[in-house]
């Protein structure tokens, strides 16, 4: 089982629409992270949560620790929303290492905003 | 602004080669982490440092190793490069009280 699952893989939708991406990881955690990965590889961090809701701009983040579930929403969306989303968790102590331990990814949401 | 930069933006390699990807930031992070990306799964982590001359496996180690000598390098060694470690490579740092990660742009590897 995947530690760290994501849905919908692929999202259309069109300009204006609320979005949501779903996240949910099957053990504790001690952060959640939400990355955007445009075309070209470049990744870039958008939200760090551990507890709550964040918000930026259109973007807000949500974290349920219970549920063991996060949620990304992006209200009215734009085509240049259009990126691939990703859910990364830090898992409780997995590596020998000094507490850099890396994170664990989703597969990644596929969004295209159509105009 | 961090900027985390990584030698080559597309490099092309020999089955057999030895290939060195290079990482650097500029922000004295301590932590910095190794991952390759693959369609259909993910990215995942290679090896990570927490310190100069230091390193930890990650998840997928085999076929790689790591280079710290200095604080804001961190390379990543294919020793006999093989077609299957065609992907993308990702570098990140983060500094030693946080987990939030700083990302290079990536270089995306074939070997033929």
């Known amino acids: 089982k995947n530690e760290v699952e994501q849905s919908p893989q692929n999202l259309t939708a069109q300009e204006g629409e609320f979005i949501t991406i779903n996240c949910s990881y099957s053990?504790?955690?001690?952060?959640l992270h939400w990355l955007q990965q445009h075309p070209g590889g470049g990744i870039v961090s958008l939200f760090m949560?551990?507890?709550g809701k964040k918000k930026h701009g259109r973007l807000i983040a949500t974290i349920n620790i219970q549920e063991k579930h996060s949620s990304l929403h992006i209200t009215a969306s734009h085509p240049r929303d259009s990126a691939v989303y990703i859910c990364a968790v830090r898992l409780p102590v997995k590596y020998s290492g000094g507490g850099a331990d890396g994170l664990t990814f989703g597969k990644g949401t596929h969004l295209i905003i159509q105009p | 602004d961090v900027k985390v930069t990584q030698s080559s933006r597309y490099l092309v390699k020999r089955t057999g080669e030895k290939v060195f990807l290079e990482c650097v930031q500029d922000?004295?992070?301590?932590?910095m982490f190794w991952y390759r990306q693959d369609p259909g799964l993910g990215l995942r982590l290679i090896y990570f440092?927490?310190?100069?001359?230091?390193?930890e496996k990650g998840d997928i180690p085999e076929g790689y190793s790591v280079s710290r000598e200095k604080k804001e390098r961190f390379s990543l060694i294919l020793e006999s490069a093989s077609t299957n470690q065609t992907s993308m490579y990702l570098c990140a740092s983060s500094p030693g009280n946080s987990y939030e990660q700083y990302f290079g742009p990536g270089t995306r590897l074939t070997v033929t």
């Open positions: 949560l551990s507890s």
């Open positions: 053990v504790g955690i001690s952060a």
């Open positions: 922000m004295d992070h301590e932590n």
């Open positions: 440092s927490y310190d100069v001359k230091m390193k």
